[in-house]
């Protein structure tokens, strides 16, 4: 599996976990295979874009996820929504390979973060719509 990206949700500086449901919204319906060994959903956009989530579940509720990595994350818009949405409703930051800054959906997610990351990362820029995703991400 390679690193590609990495979300993380955070509660006053300490991981924590929203509900797979909001995961399902946002990647429905291009979830076509889901591998409950490893944890990992594939969500395939048409023959030549697809990507595999490996979800970081709560050990005692599978139904809460702390984040996901995405292996192989394709160049496709409808990625870039889907991590929008989920920006938009967790306090949750985007990590890209390569050095990109990371990201937030929204300024009140800030405040949450943990302060190592930060200061290991970089302050993370509040994006507002899938492109300006696709932007960041295309900076990596």
Not at 38 to 52: G, K, L, M, P, R
Not at 68 to 83: E, K
Request: charged letters at 25%; a negative charge.
């Amino acid at each position: 599996m390679s690193f590609e990206a990495y979300l993380n949700c955070f509660e006053d500086g300490e991981e924590s976990y929203f509900p797979t449901s909001i995961l399902e919204e946002a990647f429905a319906p291009f979830i076509t295979r889901r591998e409950t060994e490893f944890s990992c959903w594939v969500i395939t956009y048409d023959d030549t874009s697809s990507a595999d989530l490996y979800l970081n579940l709560d050990p005692g509720d599978a139904s809460q996820c702390s984040g996901f990595t995405i292996a192989r994350p394709p160049d496709n818009p409808r990625l870039h929504d889907a991590l929008w949405k989920i920006l938009r409703v967790t306090n949750s930051v985007v990590y890209c390979a390569g050095g990109c800054q990371p990201f937030v959906g929204r300024r009140e997610t800030m405040p949450h973060l943990n302060s190592d990351m930060v200061e290991a990362l970089g302050t993370p820029v509040v994006v507002s719509s899938g492109g300006e995703v696709k932007d960041w991400r295309e900076r990596s």
